[in-house]
């Protein structure tokens, strides 16, 4: 069976965007691969973080990823930081990595133009890790949102690298983008893509939020002012957002859904956008307070940090062996 990995970072509470663009690919692919699907707290701390906010976030994260249908029975789900062999590779792999392309990744140039004290290492040593969360599995195939298009491509790279300077062990990763939904943008400023970290809450829908917080979210989003339900990125960015969004959430086309908006005001059409979000979250937030609050949730991640650590650990000695560290084993 071919090996699917990945991650999300407990760096806020994940978004609809993280929803359409990354989870709803994980409910439908895992049962066709040996899935890992990790929370990746180490990559969260590139940026600094509140203690126990991120403990917090953590735990949620994983209620979330269980709420969402990845069924531990066949998957594993654990912590990064829980299986030091990331850590480790993370280092293997910045050791053939170069400060040039890392400087090119535009994520890190996103972030650190952000970053008011001081911009750490690991804001640009993050590919490498992310490199070496997905190597050390053997992983064949990542669905991830858009944005991470440029780190897979990196991590590709890499492998590639490593393979012909040391030996031929690691496999060369897929990515795997979904149809539609996966650049969702933000509410408020519709060219720019949705993000869980955004200091505007009103730009985000969360996957917590309550019903009457989601409408009063997408009632205000921006639109235009054409006034007609039309599908056009380039210049009705926010209209052609929300129908990203229920095309994805209804599992309908967005050509049949302009036509059942023809001549409909722009406020009753959110509502329905609202209407339909709100129907996809209630039963998923139903689900995630039974994790949140059973025992089953600590047993389930020992159980993905016992599991994980016998696959990565193995990786880690052949990479280690490869590069001729420490004694052959
Ligand atoms: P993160 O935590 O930012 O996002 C988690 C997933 O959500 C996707 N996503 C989106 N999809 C559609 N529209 C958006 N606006 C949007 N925003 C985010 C992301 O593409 C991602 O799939 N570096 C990763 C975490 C990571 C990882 C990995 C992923 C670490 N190691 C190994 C895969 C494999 C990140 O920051 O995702």
């Known amino acids: 069976m071919k090996?699917?990995?990945?991650?999300?970072?407990?760096?806020?509470?994940?978004?609809?965007?993280?929803?359409?663009?990354?989870?709803?690919?994980?409910?439908?692919?895992?049962?066709?691969?040996?899935?890992?699907?990790?929370?990746?707290?180490?990559?969260?701390?590139?940026?600094?973080?509140?203690?126990l906010k991120l403990r917090e976030r953590t735990r949620q994260l994983a209620a979330i990823y269980l709420a969402s249908g990845i069924d531990t029975t066949h998957s594993t789900l654990f912590i990064q930081s829980e299986v030091p062999a990331h850590a480790q590779a993370g280092w293997l792999m910045q050791c053939i990595s170069y400060i040039g392309e890392l400087e090119r990744m535009t994520q890190f140039k996103d972030k650190s133009s952000k970053q008011?004290?001081?911009?750490?290492?690991?804001?640009?040593?993050?590919?490498?890790?992310?490199?070496?969360?997905?190597?050390?599995?053997?992983?064949?195939?990542?669905?991830?949102?858009?944005?991470?298009?440029?780190?897979?491509?990196?991590?590709?790279?890499?492998?590639?690298?490593?393979?012909?300077?040391?030996?031929?062990?690691?496999t060369i990763p897929e990515v795997k983008l979904p149809e539609y939904g996966a650049r969702?943008?933000?509410?408020?400023?519709?060219?720019?893509?949705?993000?869980?970290?955004?200091?505007?809450?009103?730009?985000?829908?969360?996957?917590?939020?309550p019903p009457k917080q989601i409408e009063k979210k997408i009632k205000s989003a921006v639109t235009d002012s054409e006034g007609?339900?039309?599908?056009?990125?380039?210049?009705?960015?926010?209209?052609?957002?929300?129908?990203?969004?229920?095309?994805v959430l209804k599992d309908a086309t967005v050509e049949s859904i302009e036509k059942d908006f023809e001549g409909v005001q722009y406020g009753e059409f959110k509502s329905f956008v609202a209407e339909v979000v709100v129907d996809e979250l209630t039963p998923f937030q139903e689900r995630y307070e039974h994790y949140m609050n059973s025992e089953e949730l600590d047993h389930i991640l020992d159980k993905g940090r016992d599991q994980a650590n016998m696959k990565a650990q193995k990786m880690l000695t052949k990479m280690e062996n490869a590069m001729g560290l420490g004694r052959k084993r």
């Open 184 to 209: 969702i943008k933000s509410l408020q400023e519709p060219t720019k893509k949705m993000s869980k970290s955004d200091s505007n809450q009103k730009s985000f829908v969360s996957l917590l939020d």
């Open 228 to 247: 007609i339900i039309r599908y056009d990125k380039e210049n009705k960015p926010g209209v052609s957002n929300l129908l990203d969004i229920v095309s």
């Open 3 to 51: 090996t699917l990995f990945s991650g999300i970072q407990p760096s806020g509470v994940p978004t609809i965007a993280n929803y359409i663009g990354a989870i709803k690919q994980f409910q439908t692919m895992q049962y066709d691969y040996e899935s890992y699907f990790c929370i990746v707290d180490q990559h969260a701390i590139t940026v600094p973080q509140d203690r």
């Open 116 to 170: 008011q004290d001081g911009i750490s290492a690991a804001l640009l040593t993050y590919p490498p890790l992310m490199a070496a969360d997905i190597l050390l599995y053997g992983t064949d195939i990542v669905p991830v949102g858009d944005d991470q298009k440029q780190h897979l491509e990196l991590t590709r790279n890499l492998a590639e690298r490593f393979n012909s300077k040391y030996n031929d062990i690691l």
